[in-house]
C-alpha cells in the first residue's frame, strides 16, 4: 500500500487500551456467558444455535468489513465460503471416496488459500464498478460458480456433492461434538470480531474507510485505491473462507444448493438485520436469523420461513437502514435524552 | 450444418425472451437508478397471474393481458408506496428489492405450489413452421421473435419519437435538470416503472408458454436480466438488444456444442466486457 504522507496521522490508539478503556460491566457479562453457555444448554441450544449463529455470523462479518468499511457490497460472499468448503471436501476425505485424502493440516490452509484467491479474483472485478453494480456483478459470479459446481462432476461432483464431511480429529478430540464444536465456533467467531475490530482501527482500515467517504481524494493522496479495496476482499475471503469450512462440518455436506441465490442473499439479510455499523452487527443478525430458522415453525406455517425472514428484511431496510443496532443505538441515544432532560444524569458523554 | 441453423434459432428466440425481460430493467434501471432485484419476481408473478386467468378464462390472450396489466398495477404501486420514499438512496431501494423477493418468491410458492406449469398458446400461434435450411421449426418461437422485434421497435419509438419518451431520455441523462424543467418526475417515474413491470409480467406469460413456469425460473431471468444488461450497458434499449442477442446465443451454442459448460461462456462475455469496457457495450460513463 503506497502512501506519500511524511508527517504521519496521530496513530489511532492501540486496540487493547481502547477496549480497556471501553470495557463495561456488561461486556464481562456477555464474555462470561457466551463461555458458560455450553454447560447449561442442551445439545441443540449449543450447536443448532450456538454454533451455527457464530460461523454465519463470520460470513456476514466478511460482508460486513467490505460494506461497512468499504462501501463495497459483495453477494459473493457465501460462493468464497462454500468454495473453501468444497475444496475441504476434495482435497480431504469424503464418503464419495472421490477425495484426496490428505493430511488436515494440508487442507484446511490449501483450501483457506483458494478461497482467498478466489475472493481476490472477485475483488479484482468488481472493484472496476460502484454501488449497485457491485451488487449485480458480485451477484452473477457467485451464480456463475452456482451453476459452474452444478454441472462439473469430475471436480464439484455435481448436482450430488459431498457427503461425509466432517472436522478433523486433532489432539484427540472430536471436533464436532457439541461443547468442542461449539466453543472451535466460538473462538473463530471472536478471533474474525477482534480481528476486523482491529483492522478498522489499522492504518490499512482507516485508509479503506477514507476510500469508502472519498475515493477520488483518495487517490489524489497518492493511495491505490483499488488495491486497497481489493485487500479486502482478500481478507473478508479469509474470514468466509473459515466459516465455510463450519459450514460444511456443521452440515455434514456441501452440494450446490449451499451456496445458490437464496442462501448468498441470506448472508446479506443477516449483515443487513444485525447493521453494517460495527462488527458485531453481522452476529446479531445471525443470533435473529438463526432464532427465526429454527422457530419460524411455531410462529406461522412450516413453509412460510422466507415469508417471515423476507418480512424481518424488508421492515429492516424500510425502518431501520443500520438494523437491529441501529435500533439500539436511537434507543440509546433517546434513554440518554431522557435522563438528560429530567436532569438525573448531567454527565457530558 | 442444421445443427448450426438449430442452434442458432434457439439462440435467437431465447434472446428475444432474454429482451423482454431485460428491457424492462434496463428501463427502470436508467431513468431511476433502481436496481430492481424483484424484476425475476415480476417476470414469475406474471406468468403465475397469466397462466390462472388463461385456466379461468380460457383464453390466452386474455392472460396476456392480465400479465401485463397486473405486473404493470404491482410496479405502480412498488414506486408510489416504497421507492418513491427513498428517492436517490440507491443501495437501500436495491436491499429493498432484494426483501421484496425473498417475500414474493415465498407467496408464490404457497399459491401455485411448487408445481411446474404449462400452458399452450392458440392454434393459430403454435404447431410448427416450415423454415429454410432448418425444415420445420416449432412456430410459437418465431411469434416470440416477431413479438421482441415488435416491443423493441415500440419501445424505441416510443423513447425516440414521443414526448414522455423525450422526457425518459432527458431523465436518464440529468434527473435534476428534468424536474428543473417542470416536468413531473414522481409521474414520469412511476409510468416508467409500470411499463418496466409490465414488460416482466408480459415476457412472463409469453416465456411461459414458450418454456415452463416454475419456482426457481424467477432467479433465472434475474440473472439473465443482469448480465445482459451489464454486457448491453445500463439503460438502452439497443444495448439490451445487443446483450440479448450475444448472451442467448451464447447460451444455445454453448448447450449445443459443449453441454457442460454452456452457462460458463455468458460469465466469461461478461468477464470481457467488464475488463474492456466496464460501463457495457452501449453504456454512457456515469
Known sequence: ?349 | MKLFLLTFMNGLTLAALYFLVASGFTLVFGLMRNVNLAHGSLYLLGAYIGFSTAQWTGSWYLGVAAGFLAMALMGLALQILIFRHMEGQDLRQTMVTIGISIVLADIMLWIWSGNTYQFTAPDILSGVAHVPLVKVYPAYRLVVLAVAIVIGVGLWLFLNKTAVGMMIRAGVDDRAMLSATGVNVHLLFAVTFAIGAGLAGFAGVVGGTALSIAPGEDVRYLLASLIVTIVGGMGSITGAAIGALLIGLAEQFGLAYSPTYGVVYTFLIMVAVLAFRPQGIMGKRA
Open chain 1, 1 to 349: 500500500m503506497s502512501s506519500v504522507t511524511e508527517a504521519k496521522p496521530a496513530a489511532p490508539a492501540s486496540l487493547p487500551a481502547e477496549l480497556a478503556d471501553k470495557l463495561r460491566p456488561h461486556h464481562f457479562l456477555v464474555a462470561a456467558f457466551l463461555l458458560a453457555y455450553p454447560l447449561i444448554a442442551s445439545d441443540f441450544w449449543i450447536v443448532q444455535i450456538g454454533a451455527q449463529t457464530f460461523f454465519l455470523g463470520l460470513i456476514g462479518l466478511s460482508l460486513m468489513l467490505l460494506a461497512g468499511y468499504g462501501g463495497m457490497v459483495s453477494l459473493a460472499q457465501l460462493a468464497i465460503a462454500g468454495l473453501a468448503g468444497y475444496m475441504y471436501a476434495i482435497l480431504g476425505e469424503n464418503s464419495a471416496s472421490l477425495g484426496l485424502g490428505w493430511p488436515w493440516w494440508v487442507v484446511i490452509p490449501l483450501a483457506l488459500a483458494i478461497a482467498v484467491a478466489f475472493a481476490t479474483i472477485v475483488g479484482t472485478l468488481s472493484v472496476r464498478t460502484e454501488g449497485i453494480y457491485t451488487i449485480m456483478i458480485t451477484l452473477a459470479m457467485s451464480v456463475a460458480l452456482f451453476y459452474f459446481c452444478q454441472q462439473n462432476y469430475s471436480i464439484f461432483n455435481g448436482f450430488k456433492g459431498y457427503a461425509g464431511l466432517a472436522p478433523p480429529h486433532v489432539f484427540g478430540v472430536d471436533w464436532r461434538g457439541p461443547m468442542p464444536f461449539y466453543y472451535l465456533a466460538l473462538g473463530v467467531g471472536a478471533g474474525g470480531y477482534f480481528g476486523v475490530l482491529w483492522l478498522s482501527r489499522s492504518t490499512f482500515g482507516i485508509a479503506l474507510q477514507a476510500t469508502r467517504d472519498n475515493p477520488r481524494r483518495m487517490a489524489a493522496l497518492g493511495y491505490n485505491v483499488r488495491a486497497h479495496r481489493i485487500a479486502t476482499y482478500a481478507v473478508a475471503g479469509l474470514l468466509a473462507g473459515l466459516g465455510g469450512l463450519f459450514l460444511v462440518w456443521f452440515n455434514g455436506r456441501i452440494s450446490p444448493g449451499t451456496i445458490n441465490v437464496g442462501n448468498a442473499i441470506n448472508i446479506l439479510v443477516i449483515a443487513i438485520l444485525g447493521g453494517l455499523r460495527r462488527p458485531i452487527g453481522p452476529f446479531i443478525g445471525a443470533l435473529i436469523f438463526v432464532l427465526l430458522d429454527n422457530f419460524a415453525i411455531d410462529l406461522i406455517d412450516r413453509d412460510r420461513f422466507n415469508l417471515v425472514i423476507g418480512g424481518a428484511f424488508l421492515a429492516v431496510v424500510l425502518f431501520s437502514p443500520d438494523g437491529v443496532l441501529g435500533l439500539w443505538d436511537g434507543l440509546k441515544r433517546r434513554m440518554a435524552k431522557t435522563a438528560a432532560e429530567r436532569g438525573k444524569d448531567m454527565r457530558i458523554r
